[in-house]
């Protein structure tokens, strides 16, 4: 792990501290899973979309998630505004762009919302994240086409443009800034087997960026947090329905101590 | 426990009976984990927000829960419909008042309810109930910033003036009509990591309610039951993923005879 | 089991092997445990209902699921499209018409859906199916009020007279398309305490639908598939929470040899 970034486990424990919120204007599909994914490790959720609460809510928010899952004309809206709230304020947007390329409307809401806020960070999958750029591919659903090696140089190129920290998740993950580029180990195959892994790690990801300012270091940091509790619950599991709740265990019991212990975050 | 109660464990043997069913119109986050607990323990959930379908549907339910946790304007309308339709053919009615005080919005939209309809009970936390007063606080999310000692008072007085049923869950619960009080002790700090506790207690209050005419006795009966199971789901549990299943688990499994031998229910 | 029917196990490994995506317009309450089960089967999932994106997912689809259990008229209008797209691309439709009989909205929803787009698969409890005859009886919410046994005849008489595979799910399963018609035995009755399982069956039925042209072979296969999945999990479960956690490692685990070996459908 680069001595340049601040340990994984220095901002667990803040998390744990502080117990940032996070709202979450997501998709129907995932609205529980990741709420508990946050409070299981220490972080609070708001799910909220009413453009009415937007301003209320985002004074009490530590972060803000977008999450294009399940799409509708008056959610974009929504997102919109919130988006528009959050930069205004200073904090964190994180955009989780589900099935960019699989649709247009979901490509252009997501390059909509990365070119007019600049999100801090946008992590998808490999073929999320290559939608992103002018001549993005296409995806298959929400499950990845290409490797998250055919997508570095992409990324890094995507993200030294945008301005925002990339996160392309998948076999292994890579994070980087334009400048910086790190790959994060762990997580297991299984993860692809359960609804909203990714859009857990999106919301996790927030919980980090909210209590560390150099993102790159916090999007690795709950990367290696994220993988580190999956890993733990693999050996308990027996199928997709036992991981996710041994995963939810783990993110609650792993220390920061331990995250700093087993992180593997390397250049790439 | 007050012998002018009705016992808990007489109550839920009536649901097991009759099998009530409960409508509620609630929010996104909760809708599954609340159908899951209603069916666990016996009860029977519908899910509907259409303003078309409402009357149909009050026909058949023994309850209405509205819970504003993921507010939008015609749901908003539709709550207000679906108030008015139980009103009229005496249904009761169980508010719960998810983030009043975080935002205008959710704040306004619970005090019109309140005044409006009269629900039968209203259940939050400390702060969701004090922010129904003239002079509520403010709310952090949906957590906590008052005790429940705090708010002992506040509830007892807008209690009384609402002539509903406040119950103010926490450490130990409140349960107050304004002229009687009491305390139930049970459930564990972990219900706290656990998305939809709360809106889960509202649902089993409204199951319980919907058998027994006391609001009071059913009310203390329903905190008590969903207090002991999770006490029951404890010490199996890793985390709160493992707590919440073994939980449900528990919902199912508690006989009324052990909820009248193990509930706590003192005057306040 | 009719030698006349591809075996559910041949079935189940052009799944394994396909992963066919199956595209979902569904309710709230159970959007993640659908998508789950669909994942730990080993198919696809995605739900989306913006018309804007219906044409476009379509394509990457290889079934639709529509499911009327949270209905409101923007959704309805989508569920029309849908079908209209995937009616004129021949990729099959499975109807899951959830309270059919309790409102007249979802009566008319249901009866609509079928007289317009003929489904492949109409996948309901018996009082639903019931309820999309002219003379349809009224349902006690999601509850069934008629057996599977009264169901037969007009299972059989709707199937003929629509063009649809009929599958009336309950103690044991009807699967009729008016000339053929038989019974999938297996499940448990601990399946009508966990939410969605009914509509977790439709998703399922919907991958099997999409990988043989047979709809009758692949609905029964579907619902032995599920049913062995249930019964395996039953002997490790204390209770509905930890019921479902190990169906969802069964549907995981479950191999085809071992769904051949022990599916009993047998003519009705």
């Known amino acids: 792990m680069s001595d340049r970034l601040t340990s994984p486990g220095t901002i667990l424990k803040r998390i744990r501290d502080i117990r940032p919120v996070v709202h979450s204007i997501t998709n129907y599909v995932v609205m529980n899973s990741t709420?508990?994914?946050?409070?299981?490790?220490?972080a609070s959720p708001i799910m909220a979309h009413a453009p009415e609460e937007l301003e209320d809510l985002s004074i009490i928010s530590h972060a803000l998630v977008i999450n294009i899952g399940t799409l509708s004309s008056s959610w974009i809206a929504s997102m919109h505004k919130a988006c528009r709230i959050a930069k205004e304020s200073g904090k964190p947007i994180i955009l989780d762009p589900v099935g960019a390329g699989a649709s247009k409307l979901r490509t252009q809401t997501a390059q909509d919302l990365v070119a007019l806020y600049t999100p801090t960070v946008v992590r998808g999958n490999a073929s999320e994240i290559m939608s992103l750029s002018p001549g993005g591919g296409s995806t298959r659903g929400v499950d990845a086409m290409h490797s998250v090696d055919d997508a570095v140089q992409e990324a890094r190129s995507l993200a030294g443009t945008l301005g925002t920290v990339v996160a392309a998740t998948g076999e292994r993950d890579l994070v980087t800034d334009g400048a910086r580029s790190f790959f994060v180990f762990g997580g297991d195959p299984m993860m692809g087997l359960v609804t909203g892994t990714g859009c857990a790690a999106s919301v996790i990801v927030a919980a980090f960026v909210s209590m560390e300012k150099d993102a790159v270091a916090a999007t690795t940091a709950a990367l290696a947090?994220?993988?580190?509790a999956a890993?733990?619950?693999i050996p308990k599991s027996q199928g997709p329905g036992s991981f996710w709740?041994?995963?939810?265990?783990?993110?609650?019991?792993?220390?920061?101590?331990?995250?700093d212990a087993k992180a593997r975050i390397v250049a790439a």
Do not use: C, I, R, W
Request: negative net charge; charged residues 15%.
């Open 245 to 259: 709740m041994h995963t939810l265990d783990a993110l609650y019991s792993v220390e920061p101590e331990e995250l």
């Open 231 to 233: 890993q733990k619950a």
């Open 35 to 42: 709420a508990n994914a946050l409070l299981a490790m220490g």
């Open 225 to 228: 947090f994220f993988g580190l």
